[in-house]
């Protein structure tokens, strides 16, 4: 085996795995799958916590996770999938910032590696062993990476100022 196609077959099995379990992670808050709260019961923990609306935000952090999972799951479209993902990693580590690193612990150890696993697919492009290679898909160039990964980034930014300046301002 030489080492593209050792590298493309690592890139499936990352892809693969960070996905999956993201869309499972997703499909817990838009359908209340695998013991989730539906977007109903998540949408009251995400309002509790200060991003109002909570259903609004439980629908963008279902969608983030279950519909950036598939993308990167499927290797299909995805920069978008890999920044849809880090963005809503961004946002559902800073409310565990407050518990440290470890997750045992209630910190930001899962969704910190989530996103970062998101943001080195993103970059690195799917492999070859994708829709998007099937595809020879132009948008996995690097630039669109990039790009996508900077909008995603400011926007989770943006939300979680918002949320942060509403917990201040009702405390």
Request: proline share 3%; hydrophobic share 50%; no cysteine.
């Amino acid at each position: 085996m030489n080492s593209e196609h050792a590298l493309d077959i690592a890139l499936l099995i990352v892809r693969l795995g960070l996905g999956l379990a993201l869309f499972a992670h997703g499909t817990q808050k838009l359908f209340g799958w695998f013991g989730g709260g539906g977007i109903a019961g998540t949408g009251a923990g995400m309002e509790s916590m200060g991003f109002r609306p909570g259903k609004i935000n439980a629908l963008l952090a279902g969608l983030g996770e279950a519909g950036g999972g598939l993308l990167l799951a499927l290797g299909l479209l995805t920069p978008l999938g890999g920044a849809a993902v880090a963005a809503t990693m961004i946002v559902a580590g800073s409310t565990h910032t407050a518990n440290g690193f470890f997750a045992g612990k209630g910190g930001f150890e899962l969704p910190g590696f989530f996103g970062l696993t998101a943001v080195a697919l993103t970059l690195s492009g799917p492999g070859q062993y994708s829709i998007d290679g099937a595809l020879d898909n132009q948008l996995t160039e690097p630039w669109v990476g990039i790009t996508t990964l900077v909008i995603g980034v400011l926007l989770a930014v943006i939300l979680v100022a918002r949320q942060r300046a509403w917990v201040k301002a009702n405390a």
